[in-house]
């Protein structure tokens, strides 16, 4: 079969390998379609990563054997992780800092013809697919799962108002996630044409960076007091900067879009007699995949409007090259099915 490998920095290649072998409860499965994550990305082009390393996660596929709990040739949602929910860290509600949910994963990655599903991911991060759900709309499960732990850490609520700084492939999910729950979302991001798309989703207002004032947007929206909250997918000094200009007095900022190495000076004084709370989310729990797929058959979450392109696997190493150098929203990788 073909698996996409990255065994140095920048360089993405296609392997011919074996299929996996099963363990006992472990389920094979064909590839469907794979996103290419933010994550996956930054793997691939950061040289502090280390390398080889393996990418994909943002998986649907075919079943083709193993776990008798599924049968061949359903379409399934697969995530990478899942915790031990006995454990003091899931009973506390850090499953995602959980040793078993940072050692799990699939194999050998979602840019495979075929992925091996451990037993323990087959029994909770994986959803059969309804006959009429596209599979490229079921491939935004984990991603919005992400994001819904990231709301959950947080108290919003019914008439909040969200600022989403940069309107990517992330920030565009937490658009509709917030209006789910009633709240208003305010987007700012450098490019006017990813604000326009916002706007098509829902967003009550956008501010072009550099350009309008976003505080003043967040305030107009909110009766003069700020964000509630302030989540931040892309995260460096000028964003933090907006985020405290932008934020209610007892609001919350979450740095989303966090990679290696990030170091900004943040300004402790004003965060600690504004009661301003920083608040990170890392990664998706079983429960909030199991609700991202739930939402992903309602109206308002046809979330593969948002992607810009479909590749196949044999060009995969283009689609991460677009995304690195913003050609792109959203690639999926397609299977040949």
């Known amino acids: 079969m073909k698996q996409l490998d990255c065994l140095a920095n920048t360089e993405l290649t296609l392997a011919d390998v074996s299929v996996p072998t099963l363990g006992n409860g472990d389920l094979l499965i064909e590839m469907l379609a794979c996103g ?12 502090s990563v280390a390398k080889p390393v393996q990418l994909g996660h943002e998986i649907v596929g ?8 599924f049968t061949k040739g359903q379409r399934v949602a697969v995530a990478h992780h899942a915790p031990d929910l006995s454990s003091h860290y899931s009973k506390r509600g850090s499953a995602t800092q959980d040793p078993a949910f940072k050692s799990s994963n699939v194999f050998p990655g979602g840019f495979a013809e075929f992925i091996r599903v451990p037993m323990d991911l087959a029994q909770h991060t994986v959803f059969i697919l309804p006959e009429d759900m596209p599979t490229a709309r079921a491939a935004f499960m984990e991603p919005l799962a992400c994001c819904l732990r990231a709301l959950d850490r947080v108290p919003v609520q019914a008439d909040d108002t969200v600022l989403v700084v940069g309107a990517g492939a992330i920030g565009l999910l937490f658009v509709p996630l917030v209006q789910h729950v009633g709240g208003r979302v305010v987007v700012a991001d450098v490019r006017e044409d990813r604000l326009q798309v916002a706007r098509d989703w829902g967003a ?53 879009g966090v990679k290696p190495g990030m170091v900004p000076a943040v300004d402790l004084w ?28 309602k109206p308002g979450f046809e979330l593969e409007k948002t992607v810009s392109h479909q590749l196949p696997l044999v060009n995969a190493a283009e689609g991460f090259a677009m995304l690195h150098d913003a050609m792109a929203s959203k690639v999926l990788i397609m299977g040949a099915i």
Request: aromatic content about 6%.
């Open 36 to 47: 290419i994550c933010g994550t996956d990305v930054m793997k691939v082009y950061d040289p």
């Open 62 to 69: 075919q079943v083709v054997m193993g776990n008798p709990h």
């Open 204 to 256: 009550v207002a956008t501010g072009l960076v550099g350009r309008d004032d976003v505080a003043v947007s967040c305030k107009a929206q909110s009766q003069g007091r700020g964000a509630d909250v302030v989540i931040l997918t892309v995260v460096n000094q000028a964003t933090l900067e907006i985020a405290l200009q932008s934020v209610r007095d007892g609001g919350w900022i979450i740095p989303f």
């Open 270 to 297: 004003q965060m600690y007699r504004r009661e301003v709370s920083l608040v990170t989310s890392y990664s998706a729990t079983p429960d909030g995949l199991g609700r991202a797929f739930a939402l992903l058959s």
